[in-house]
């Protein structure tokens, strides 16, 4: 088993992620309200003054909050599915703000099917 999570900076796909991932199989995903460091750096008051000139004005014109996406998948032909759905939704997943995807393999999952 896997756990692929996406740290989705442009939200206008998530709609089209989620759909995605219904039509290939993959049987739920927790979706949460994030924030990335440097957002909540340029965002708190007491920490305005460590962002510089570049910096700052890169950092304003971003997105200041993200969704994070995480599922856990059972094999790896799916886990490449999904990936593969990902990256068919957003296009070039190595563009400049698009966001962030990794997978981490899960030795064990609780309250998922059956008791063991």
Same mark, same amino acid.
């Given at each position: 088993? *896997?756990?692929?999570?996406? %740290? #989705?900076?442009?939200? +206008?796909?998530?709609?089209?992620?989620?759909?995605?991932?219904? +039509?290939? $199989? %993959?049987? $739920?995903?927790?979706?949460?309200?994030? /924030?990335?460091?440097?957002?909540?750096? #340029?965002?708190?008051? @007491?920490?305005?003054?460590?962002?510089?000139?570049?910096?700052?004005?890169?950092?304003?014109?971003?997105?200041? *909050?993200?969704?994070?996406?995480?599922?856990?998948?059972?094999?790896? /032909?799916?886990? @490449?599915?999904? &990936?593969?759905? %990902?990256?068919?939704?957003?296009?070039?997943?190595?563009?400049? $703000?698009? $966001?962030?995807?990794?997978? &981490?393999? &899960?030795?064990? %999952?609780?309250?998922?099917?059956?008791?063991?």
């Amino acid at each position: 088993m *896997y756990a692929l999570f996406l %740290v #989705l900076n442009e939200t +206008e796909y998530l709609d089209d992620i989620l759909t995605a991932f219904v +039509e290939i $199989g %993959v049987k $739920g995903a927790t979706i949460l309200d994030s /924030q990335g460091m440097g957002s909540a750096i #340029l965002n708190n008051e @007491n920490s305005r003054d460590i962002i510089f000139g570049g910096l700052k004005s890169f950092l304003d014109s971003s997105k200041p *909050y993200n969704k994070t996406i995480f599922t856990i998948i059972e094999n790896e /032909q799916l886990l @490449n599915k999904a &990936v593969r759905a %990902v990256k068919d939704v957003i296009g070039d997943i190595y563009k400049p $703000g698009a $966001g962030l995807m990794f997978t &981490v393999p &899960v030795g064990k %999952v609780y309250g998922i099917g059956k008791d063991e």
